[in-house]
């Protein structure tokens, strides 16, 4: 039996599977009690890892492939794009443990290029 997608809708229009979702909010959950109570610094530090996760679910949509951030491009997105919110953002999401949150909000966090007009 092929893997279940997830259902494209008005708020997402990702498509990847649901094990692949499980997958990286399983990678992830170990960050939440660091996320939920670290400081900023402490959040900086696991960037990186977050990014690459989360990353790696996405390129399983090939709509979405071409169109995601490289680790510096992220970087850089998330110092021009209010860094704290997206670090609370990240609070949010570890405290509720819903990190496939991060699937939703995709396109308005630093996971994707600019798109230029």
Known sequence: MPPRLTPPTTQSMICISEQTI???CKSLKPLSPIIKTGDDA??????????????NALQEDSNLKARLADKGQFEENVKKNNEQQFFNLLRDI???ESWRDLLQNGTSCPLFRPQVL
Not at 42 to 55: D, E, G, K, N, R
């Open 42 to 55: 402490s959040i900086h530090a696991l960037l990186a890892l977050v990014f690459l996760t989360v990353c």
């Open 22 to 24: 499980q997958e990286m």
């Open 94 to 96: 570890a405290k509720k």
